[in-house]
DNA sequence: GTGTATGATTAGCG
DNA sequence: CGCTAATCATACAC
């Protein structure tokens, strides 16, 4: 209940926000959350909190004793009713508890920084592998009139690639935008892949294994191979849906 | 540090 | 809903 209560009303991921922080707060493993960068990154807000937090309820403590020693020394001089020394005291508390309010306060927008930088995806951008951009890249250009996999393919080329589907999709996206935008340069690419596939059909087929028999590019480039702009390609599942 | 490449996100279109 | 185009934010190369 710590964080959790603060945290719980601005998340705009829906409640996972506000259970990682439950769980962090507890300190319990969390199980959805897989980064294991994020949750050390988490645990460590989550300690500096602790921190802060027992500082100033020993701050609190310290200080209130503080006041009480003075008003006690005071009393010799006038008279002090006990509820004026519950009052002050009430007084510190509140004080204090609102500072540990805005401990919390901050500490939450920490953890919810954290949680976009993280769930940012953007953020966290990693090329493809080798192999993957291979894949890819072979069937756009073998697919260069209809560079349009269905959604099968589409999960075929994911499994292969060891990313989502939707990464594929983006992937498409990305690429048939910047293949029009510079269809020069792309052609080059082209040029490489309808090589590659002529020289030795399709080199990549295994899924899992990291392959360090990886087999350098062909040093000789084809020779004047035909651009595909618009081969006919006849191997396209063309798939039903 | 700067520039380019690249994956992801977003607005807008049909 | 999937696509395009623009844009963001980072990885990578120099």
Known sequence: MLIAEGVAGPEKGGGAGAAANASAAAGAGDSAIEHSDYRAKLSQIRQIYHQELEKYEQACNEF??????????????????????????????????????????????????????????????????????????????????????????????????????????????NKRIRYKKNIGKAQEEANLYAAKKAAGASPYSMSGTPGPMMSPPPGEDSMGYGIPGMNGSGYSGVGQQ
């Open 64 to 173: 209130t004793t503080h006041v009480m020693n003075l008003l006690r020394e005071q009393s010799r001089t006038r008279p002090i009713t006990p509820k004026e020394i519950e009052r002050m005291v009430q007084i510190i508390h509140k004080k204090f508890s609102s500072i540990q309010m805005q401990l919390k306060q901050s500490t939450c927008e920490a953890v919810m920084i954290l949680r976009s930088r993280f769930l940012d995806a953007r953020r966290r951008r990693r090329n493809f592998s080798k192999q993957a951009s291979e894949i890819l890249n072979e069937y756009f250009y073998s697919n260069l009139s209809n560079p349009y996999p269905s959604e099968e393919e589409k999960e075929a080329l994911a499994r292969r690639c060891g990313i989502t589907i939707n990464q594929v999709s983006n992937w498409f996206g």
